[in-house]
């Protein structure tokens, strides 16, 4: 009896090293193409409304898959995100509104459910997973009139709490640049021997309050814009409804944007050390 087992355990760990064995002698290939969908925000101005106001996102990634279960995944978006008090209406009598533009670069690792290749007829679909992190420049501008005017110039709210968190100080309302966690799903589909596309929706945690330009409380002075024609309006309290101290946005909360786009990429055979990358498929 013993015999049998200690023969089944040494079977069974061959048996796992030679499927590991084989994934990481896997061609190794990379993937290139570019994605495009759509981007919406969630914050003070929408913290319950997924998709709500989405805009057009666009971009391009590079794919390097390591085995079958394993991928990596550099990635550009581009993506506008919006909101408005009035079209939301999550706090109608506030009537706050901004559009940030973002250039988003992240780098994310993803799991497949499914061993997948492009390329291969059999592997040739599988749900995915992916996480990572991310830097983004983003710009908020505000609609005053038929102006867009960039909110980056002016002081809407008050100056910093000196006992901020520390991506508080460092990503606040003076800083072009935040960082962000991106997470989602999606499926691949090989659609060719060297063309795969998926479907993905992800959304990205960031460590900034200000994507939306509304964070704390109403400042004591306010933020005035004055357009070509000598008219004026209120950066700060479009209503003037408020006075300083009353709260402006929920600080205890970051803001987050998300996507849902399409891809469409082409793969390229990598050498593996062993002459020419003859793919199995």
């Known amino acids: 009896m013993y015999r049998k087992f200690r023969f089944l355990l040494i079977m069974s760990c061959l048996a796992v090293f030679a499927q590991a064995k084989a994934q990481f002698n896997d061609p190794k290939t990379l993937e290139v193409g570019p994605h495009v969908g759509v981007s919406y925000y969630m914050g003070d101005l929408n913290p319950m409304k997924p998709f709500a106001q989405s805009r057009l996102q666009y971009g391009g990634l590079v794919r390097f898959n390591y085995n079958n279960r394993w991928t990596f995944r550099f990635d550009f978006a581009h ?46 679909v599988s749900p995915y997973i992916f996480g990572g992190f991310s830097v983004f420049q983003y710009t908020v501008f505000a609609q005053a009139g038929d102006n867009m005017v960039n909110l980056s110039n002016y002081q809407t709210e008050g100056p910093q709490d000196p006992n901020a968190k520390w991506y508080d100080k460092m990503f606040g309302k003076t800083s072009p640049v935040g960082i962000s966690i991106p997470f989602g799903m999606g499926v691949k589909l090989s659609l060719s021997r060297h063309m795969a596309a998926t479907v993905e929706w992800r959304m990205q945690k960031t460590f900034t309050d200000y994507l939306d330009d509304v964070a704390k409380v109403y400042p004591q002075h306010h933020a005035f814009y004055t357009d070509e024609n000598d008219n004026t309006y209120d950066l700060t309290d479009p209503t003037g409804n408020y006075r300083a101290g009353h709260q402006r946005g929920n600080s205890a909360f970051n803001d987050w944007f998300g996507m849902a786009r399409v891809s469409l990429t082409w793969k390229f055979n990598l050498p593996d050390g062993r002459g020419c990358n003859l793919s199995k498929f």
């Open 79 to 124: 993506a506008t995100v919006t909101a408005s008090d009035e079209v939301i209406k999550w706090r109608p009598e506030r009537g706050l509104n901004f559009t940030s533009h973002i250039n988003d670069f992240s780098f994310v690792a993803e799991f497949n459910f499914i061993e997948y290749y492009t390329g291969n007829p059999k592997k040739n």
